[in-house]
């Protein structure tokens, strides 16, 4: 069975930081590229960063670049959300995504989500 399991959100003042974690299981972790999106109240889900299975390159979105670093453990089968200097425009639900590397079938899968307010 495919999990991807989010934990780490809560609330955070202004200028805070936060760590979210994003534990997979019943697949090949390894060979899927990780992305966290987000999706705020009465918006549309948005891409906020992403890295690639096999030379760990990460990409963010302009927001949130300078502030926000993806990482991954492949040996804990886990991808993670370091969130810094927080803003209020940062709130929203975050969401864990798993999309296999060429070669490799399955997903793409998601989390349920993990939420994120911070306030001003």
């Known amino acids: 069975q495919v999990q991807l399991v989010e934990s780490g959100g809560g609330l955070v003042q202004s200028g805070g930081s936060l760590r979210l974690s994003c534990a997979g299981s019943?697949?090949?972790?390894?060979?899927?590229?990780m992305s966290w999106f987000r999706q705020a109240p009465g918006k549309e889900r948005e891409l906020v960063a992403t890295?690639?299975?096999?030379?760990?390159?990460?990409t963010y979105v302009d927001s949130v670049k300078g502030r926000f670093t993806i990482s991954r453990d492949n040996a804990k089968n886990t991808a993670y959300l370091q969130m810094s200097s927080l803003k209020p425009e940062d709130t929203a639900t975050y969401y864990c995504?798993?999309?296999?590397?060429?070669?490799?079938?399955?997903?793409?899968?998601w989390g349920k989500g993990t939420q994120v307010t911070v306030s001003s």
């Open positions: 890295i690639s299975s096999t030379d760990g390159h990460t």
């Open positions: 019943g697949f090949p972790f390894s060979h899927f590229r």
């Open positions: 995504n798993a999309v296999p590397s060429a070669g490799y079938y399955g997903g793409p899968y």
